[in-house]
């Protein structure tokens, strides 16, 4: 075999060995998906869904939109009307619907809490994951959401 033909093995095998490690999952996304997986066990309905344009969220470059994580629990025996707050200084400020909530505290241990949502028979939280990664809140956000559904209740 000639020189080329070692230089030819040699460069399939670096192109090789660089497509393989560049499938290895980050850290970053290994913790997301343990996280989802833990609140799903929870009973959460965990999404990653397109932001509503009335949360105002930006994505990472500061363009407005983009995706954020929507953390929601199903209510049973639950009907109640629309609901959807922003959280301005740590407080719910209430857009649509009953403003019974108006002015709530969000608590402090909860980090990275953009809104609230409420509808017939689910409560949500669109929130930050990158401010939790390893899920530390998600009973208080469960205890959270069901406390102010509670609130609303007829």
């Given at each position: ?23 290895r ?116 956000m ?13």
């Amino acid at each position: 075999m000639t020189n080329v033909g070692y230089w030819v093995i040699g460069l399939v095998a670096v192109f090789m060995l660089g497509t393989f490690m560049s499938a290895r999952i980050s850290p970053r996304e290994k913790a997301l998906g343990n996280m989802r997986e833990r609140a799903k066990k929870m009973g959460f309905i965990p999404r990653l869904i397109p932001a509503p344009l009335w949360i105002e969220h930006t994505t990472y470059s500061g363009k407005p939109g983009g995706m954020v994580a929507y953390y929601s629990v199903v209510l049973s025996d639950a009907t109640h009307a629309l609901v959807q707050a922003l959280v301005v200084d740590g407080r719910l400020n209430v857009l649509k619907g009953e403003p019974t909530l108006q002015g709530e505290p969000i608590s402090s241990n909860l980090k990275g809490i953009q809104a609230l949502e409420i509808q017939s028979n689910s409560a949500g939280f669109y929130w930050d994951e990158e401010a939790d990664l390893s899920g530390e809140q998600l009973e208080s956000m469960k205890t959270a959401l069901i406390s102010f559904a509670d609130r609303m209740k007829p």
